[in-house]
């Protein structure tokens, strides 16, 4: 599978941002995916992780109430809603799907990555 994130940009704090990552392939439905991002000199951080049917998810406790991942199986497409953003939030965001059961949150264990979007918060 072949996965193109998007939706990145320069916001301020406070402010509200949606990236998605849109998957080609028939075979979407069936992979656990997730949300990752990686900043300057730092390793890749899990953020968000949904099960293949859209029924299970998982967030890192540094987004927890603040971010959500969704998915659209219909449109290939896995989402993350980011509100109230902090300076800190400021990375590449990468999608990444895994044939892994569970959810995962270790890029160990995923099988693919996207190319990764910038989101940048300002103070």
């Known amino acids: 599978v072949q996965l193109q994130a998007s939706g990145g940009g320069l916001v301020q704090a406070g402010d509200s941002l949606r990236v998605s990552c849109a998957a080609s392939g028939r075979t979407f439905s069936s992979y656990n995916m997730g949300w990752f991002r990686q900043a300057p000199g730092k390793e890749r951080e899990f953020v968000a992780a949904i099960s293949w049917s859209g029924s299970v998810t998982y967030n890192s406790d540094s987004v927890k109430g603040r971010f959500t991942i969704s998915r659209d199986n219909a449109k290939n497409t896995v989402f993350l809603q980011m509100n109230s953003l902090k300076p800190e939030d400021t990375a590449v965001y990468l999608c990444?799907?895994?044939?892994?059961?569970?959810?995962?949150?270790?890029?160990?264990?995923?099988?693919?990555w996207g190319q990764g979007t910038q989101v940048t918060v300002s103070s």
């Open positions: 990444a799907a895994t044939s892994a059961s569970g959810i995962p949150t270790t890029p160990q264990r995923y099988d693919y």
